[in-house]
């Protein structure tokens, strides 16, 4: 017998909270700043939600796709008597990422919770710099995605899919040796990953390709 989904977590966040745990509303994470802080430092990320629809992520900073010092920065302290308004200008995409910093040195960031979904794990990741000093090419692209397509019956045709970029490295002989995919370019290239397993790749990924 499987316990029943709890309705209360809206859809697209259900893996999180099943790999990451619960999320905490702003005023459960301020009196755990400083733990939650230490956690995501050690690569442990928490997931932190504002009027339960506005839904953050405490991260690593290798969660944080974009340059860091194209990014605003917050001392931990104002950070936590801010934290409402920094998750509402995550998930609001008023920034990509909010950096926090103790003794003006970035620690950790806030980030829209729905970027972390459908990430690959960071032991799974490859990083930009290491395959290209191993002399591999990295070519880009973009997807426009589609509104999807109804039949008259009202049967799904084509599911819809979100606009993304595609990221793909290739060896000196042409091989394919990792591709990424994310909403942004810094996103694809944060998620490249070897290629996946023959049997079945769609058990390894939610993001398209479907």
Known sequence: MTDAPDRSIPPRYVDLVALHGPALGVEQARPRWGPLVRAAEGGSPALITREHWEWAALVPLTEVAEPLAELP???????????????????????????????????????????????????????????????????????????????????????????????????HQGAEVATGYGETVAEALLCLRGPYPESDPAEFSDVPPF
């Open 73 to 171: 920065a917050w001392p931990l302290s104002e950070a936590r008597a801010k934290l409402g308004t920094l998750v509402r200008q995550v998930t609001g995409l008023v920034y990509p990422a909010v950096l926090l910093t103790r003794h003006r040195t970035p620690v950790a960031a806030l980030i829209d919770a729905r970027r972390l979904a459908g990430r690959p794990a960071p032991a799974d990741r490859l990083a930009v710099e290491d395959l290209l000093r191993q002399g591999c090419e990295i070519t880009l692209s973009f997807d426009p995605g589609q509104d999807g397509q109804v039949s008259e019956d009202g049967d799904v045709l084509d599911e819809p899919y979100d606009p993304f970029y595609v990221a793909i490295a290739r060896d």
